[in-house]
């Protein structure tokens, strides 16, 4: 098996453990690219042609739609070209705050030396087996689509200029592209994609693979700052979030759940609850118990939202509790605190190398229990879905990342053919994870269902969204590391303790990676587990599992740096070593030489080890996740008082090269503001099983007008394909700001978040 292969299949596995949260797999069609995916279609109105990039007659009713009639040119579902010349192209991916919805038809429109000025942009229906996979998570949007999209550009571009070829009756190797126009440089002439688009469409469409793409020097869209399409859309309050969808007749819907997961309803003042203004239905929903899709609830329709929101304060529901969660927070906490003094878990991830030996010749060791607690999504748009249940059919109005998969879990809940689904994907008010599960959407089609069939907008409130999230697990870190004489790591252990539902394998998001750096690096390298029994939900935030592990590891690291007597920069690039892949070799495993170019990147750009003054630190982080290799650096200053002033994060990341500049600098810098808001004061507690901070006067996520740092972003654009941005840029924010505070005050952070420490914003 061949790399590239190699890579492609890791990426699949990834993306699949990723939607296992949703109970569903990408469709296999998605996995894979090639000439058979093209289905050339004729017998349009006026001769023209359609491709089809998946097989099957929803491929060529999609496909067809898109041409938009005989003075259109659709060399595929992607792409349309009119006679006009104004080219269309459909973002196939969910747009959650990530920039996908314009860097998709870059990509696009490069390949097919589009002009930018003519492109508009159109949100693709949802339908996986034309447009593959069109979800987002794991940041795998970019890595999992280039191909497709590079050569549904490139396809485009070859057809016009084989039209341009027969028209003027030369080779077409003597024919060139720029801005939408196809020229023939020893003539002179020229002729517009527009002029050429029927022309085009009656040619035979060739195999992908036979396509030559661009040399990255000729890219002229890619890598530029490219305005997010919907920027005005957004500002001006257009309706393009699930939370704006109205239709005729449409119900407004609440549903309140157990606040203990797993509790049903024992009884509710139904009767009480229809008297109320608005209120036209008040009925109880029995769920199929899986916290994927349909809880047991009770289920609220008014005529307006106040309506609906006024019955839900009244509403009083008796529980039965019996198989509900019991968790608490304290007592989590005091299990894992006697867990670590156990030499080590139970459940051995992974073992090289003999530690124990190591620890025991050792010149210096150092131990340490580091944690860090549950947190919520929170995303600004809460949880909703507008459902029409008609008959044996459904179609949804939908803010979800992960639409494909929603199809099978709603047929599953309505108990029709997942053909009779429809998912009307809506722009995202933020996800971070929280909208790879698909309950929201779930509930909303059984409430349409058992409403009689009638159209109705499930509107989550806050309370909700922080109630029934599916958490960022907490975790607990019991190190023991030693470095010898010459400051060299030879050490490491690492006694995990983290949490199960049955009681066998973590739960989701809740594992440790058998690799996960410096996993490889280290001579004698030991990492186990021990499994705490949990009943709340958890699930993937953003930047799964490296989030809470790179805090802790990288924190650890600087520890050891420290005990060896050497700078930071030097010990980790000394832990890097020779300059190689990692096993499997693979997007996936961390490259050594593309670490320790990132780390040196970023500290010379913030100027690391040059003399500060009192009371004021760096701090140097590194960490490999999502594919992505990122190293940060985070100046702070730190008064007697505690009161912490991040002055400046420089980030430097090694991700292939960049589709939109502008995208990637704001996903870097939302990255380190996520980062440094989560560790500074985010913190889910849990009691009786029932989360303690149901809104943002309990859970203060930094806000406009408060301290954010200056935040200067730099890129190694290698000649790697490209990966995703938003997750890895992410995990070394809180290892740099905390080793930071260490080299201001001398004080260590090992617990998250700051604020339990006595740290405030200055």
Known sequence: MNTVTEARLAAERH?????????????????????????????????????????????????????????????????????????????????????????????????????WSKVKIEQAPINPKVFGRQSAGGSRSIPTSWDQLRQAGAVGRAMLVSAAAAEWKVPATELSTEKSFVIHKASGRKLAYGAL???????????????ALKDRKDYRIIGTSIAGVDNRKVVTGAPLFGIDQTLPGMLYAVYEKCPAT?????????????????????????????????????????TTTWGAFNAKRQLRVVWDETNAATDSSNEILEKAQELAKLPQGPGVVRADGDVDKALASATKKVEAFYSYPFVSHSPLEPMNTTAWVKGDTVELWSPTQTPDPALGLIANTLGIPVDNVKINQTRVGGGFGRRLMNDYACEAAQISKQAGGIPVKLQWTREDDMTHDFYRP??????????????????????????????????????????????????????????????????????????????????????????????????????????????????????????????KLAAEKAGWGRKLPEGRGMG???????????????????????????????????????????????????????????????????????????????????????????????????????????????????????????????QRVRTLPLVKSGYTLA
């Open 262 to 302: 797993g509790g049903k309803v024992k009884e509710a003042n139904l009767d009480q609850i229809l008297k109320l203004p608005g209120v036209k239905q008040a009925f109880i929903v029995e769920g199929n118990g899986r916290t994927t899709e349909v809880m047991p609830g009770v289920a609220i329709l008014a």
């Open 15 to 115: 993306v699949l453990e990723i939607l296992s949260a949703a109970e569903a797999q990408v469709p296999a069609s998605a996995a894979t690219f090639s000439r058979r995916s093209f289905l050339k279609l004729t017998g349009l109105a006026g001769g023209g042609l359609v491709l089809a990039f998946w097989m099957g007659d929803e491929a060529t009713a999609v496909a067809a739609e898109a041409a938009g009639g005989a003075k259109s040119f659709a060399p595929n579902a992607f792409l349309q070209i009119a006679a006009d010349g104004t080219i269309t192209i459909l973002s196939k991916g969910p747009e959650i705050g990530q920039g996908i919805k314009t860097a998709f038809p870059m990509i696009i429109a490069e390949e097919l030396d589009a002009d």
């Open 474 to 599: 907490a975790g607990y870190h019991a190190f023991k590391g030693a470095v010898d004489g010459y400051g060299k790591l030879t050490a490491w252990a690492n006694h995990f303790i983290t949490f199960t539902v049955d009681g066998k394998v973590p739960a989701n998001s809740s594992n440790y990676p058998a690799d996960e750096f410096p996993a490889m690096l280290v001579p004698n390298y030991r990492v186990t587990q021990s499994l705490l029994q949990l009943g709340t939900p958890t699930g993937p935030w953003r930047a799964p599992r490296s989030n809470g592990i790179a805090f802790a590891v990288q924190s650890f690291l600087h520890e050891l740096s420290v005990a060896a007597g050497r700078d930071h920069l030097e010990f980790l690039i000394d832990v890097m070593g020779e300059p190689r892949w990692l096993e499997p070799r693979t997007e996936f495993a961390l490259n050594t030489e593309r670490a320790i170019a990132v780390i």
């Open 620 to 746: 140097l982080a590194f960490h490999f996740s999502h594919a992505g290799h990122f190293a940060e650096v985070a100046e702070v200053s730190v008064d007697r008082a505690k009161r912490l002033t991040v002055h400046q994060v420089t980030v430097a990341g090694d991700i292939g090269p960049i589709i939109n500049m502008s995208g990637s600098l704001a996903q870097c810098e939302g990255a380190v503001i996520d980062g440094l808001s989560t560790m500074l004061g985010l913190e889910i507690t849990i009691e009786a099983g029932r989360v303690q901070q149901l809104n943002y006067d309990r859970y203060p996520i930094l806000r406009q007008g408060m301290h954010i740092p200056k935040i200067e972003s730099h890129f190694i654009q290698s000649a790697y394909p490209p990966t995703g941005i938003g997750e890895p840029s992410l995990p070394p924010v809180a290892p740099a700001i905390c080793n930071a505070i260490f080299a201001a005050s001398g």
């Open 197 to 211: 688009a029927s022309k085009a469409a009656a040619l035979p469409v060739p195999d992908a693979k036979t396509v």
